[in-house]
């Protein structure tokens, strides 16, 4: 049943125009990974695979010339104290978020502004949100220690737990393999698949214990999620469930989310050090830069159709857009105080966030290119 607080449009905060080198031309991948697994492997662990300067790294794409961006910044109010904490563009132009501290999905509106959200159960505490082929939206809901799906004419939800065995998984975030099928991580220690054909889900132990947080999909159909309390990234084998051990160069850097460019590369956000890092699994190399500031704080992290990468900088209160081709870094300032954007996804031309710590959401619009 549709139903909910609606709220009026948010604040507009229009950004000068700003000349930014323009990143890739080729389209970011969309999430669609491959197949499952069975049992509990245990991890191995792959060779150290050796660094290289990311000023000096050429990126396999086409880079198109230097050209004149801009952008628009647009902030909508949803619920009070819903707690925003992920976003995923709708099917149908709305953006669905995880009301995290009021137990629902919420869905949003841009050309009006209102908003609307389904109640997912007592005790739910949703995390991630992801959208099917279906375009149904799919929850990692820490509270409910399930799998939420939610139907977008309906609003209907259903609901897939993990076995009692499991309980506790702090689930975090998902993504889709090439067959459909869900693979989620949580911070306790585990990661695993939910089959919805059949509804079977299959619960790992994650190599190295507790941390499994982002995960991703490359275009190849690989699964790979980085573990923020370990410090590593994962490539999971969908085939067999085990999963390959791949430390960054910079130890305890705290991976914390990873997404996948149209070249299968996995960037990653480095809590701990400050870091944007991307991994080449053809090279089985690696390359990380600082973000700006003294002391910043890479939360998010999310590749968009142009190739540029961009990053939730918690120290800075902003937003960052780094281009891979000229390595230079673009921040878009948040206008909450602190602004607490804790995830960033997006489609052609736009970049969404939560600001978890204000109840809006934000979005970031390429007006024009030269």
């Not at 792959?46 to 660094?51: C, H, I, L, V, Y």
Request: charged share 20%.
């Amino acid at each position: 049943m549709r139903g909910g607080s609606r709220r009026a449009l948010g604040e507009m905060v229009l950004v000068a125009a700003l000349v930014v080198a323009c990143g890739s031309s080729v389209r970011a991948p969309s999430a669609t990974p491959s197949p499952a697994s069975t049992s509990s492997p245990s991890g191995t662990t792959s060779p150290e695979a050796r660094p290289t300067d990311p000023a000096s790294s050429t990126p396999t794409s086409t880079v198109t010339p230097s050209a004149v961006l801009r952008f628009e910044t647009q902030r909508f109010a949803v619920p009070s104290g819903a707690g925003p904490h992920d976003v995923a563009p709708a099917a149908d132009g709305g953006v669905w978020y995880t009301a995290q501290r009021q137990g629902a999905l919420g869905y949003l509106d841009p050309k009006s502004g209102k908003t609307r959200q389904i109640a997912l159960g007592a005790g739910s505490a949703p995390h991630g949100v992801i959208v099917g082929a279906d375009g149904a939206a799919w929850v990692t809901d820490g509270g409910l220690n399930a799998i939420v799906r939610v139907d977008p004419k309906t609003d209907a939800v259903t609901v897939y737990r993990l076995p009692a065995s499991r309980g506790g998984a702090n689930l975090n975030t998902a993504t889709f393999d090439k067959r459909g099928r869900v693979w989620f991580t949580g911070q306790s220690g585990i990661y695993g698949v939910l089959d919805p054909a059949t509804k079977e889900i299959r619960v790992f132990d994650a190599p190295r214990g507790a941390g499994p947080y982002g995960i991703t999909t490359t275009p190849d159909g690989t699964v790979w999620y980085a573990s923020l309390a370990n410090s590593y990234v994962g490539r999971i084998d969908v085939e067999s469930g085990r999963v390959e051990v791949i430390d960054p160069p910079t130890k305890a850097q705290g991976a914390r989310r990873v997404w996948s460019d149209a070249q299968g590369r996995v960037w990653v956000s480095e809590w701990t050090a400050g870091q944007v890092a991307v991994y080449d699994p053809a090279g089985r190399s690696w390359a990380e830069r600082k973000l700006p500031g003294s002391s910043p704080q890479a939360y998010a992290v999310y590749v968009d159709e142009r190739g540029a990468v961009w990053l939730s900088d918690f120290a800075a209160n902003a937003l960052v857009r780094y281009d891979p081709a000229t390595t230079e870094f673009k921040s878009f300032p948040l206008e909450g105080r602190p602004g607490n954007i804790r995830q960033i996804h997006g489609r052609p031309g736009e970049v969404w966030g939560a600001e978890s710590a204000t109840d809006h959401i934000v979005v970031v619009r390429t007006l024009s290119s030269g």
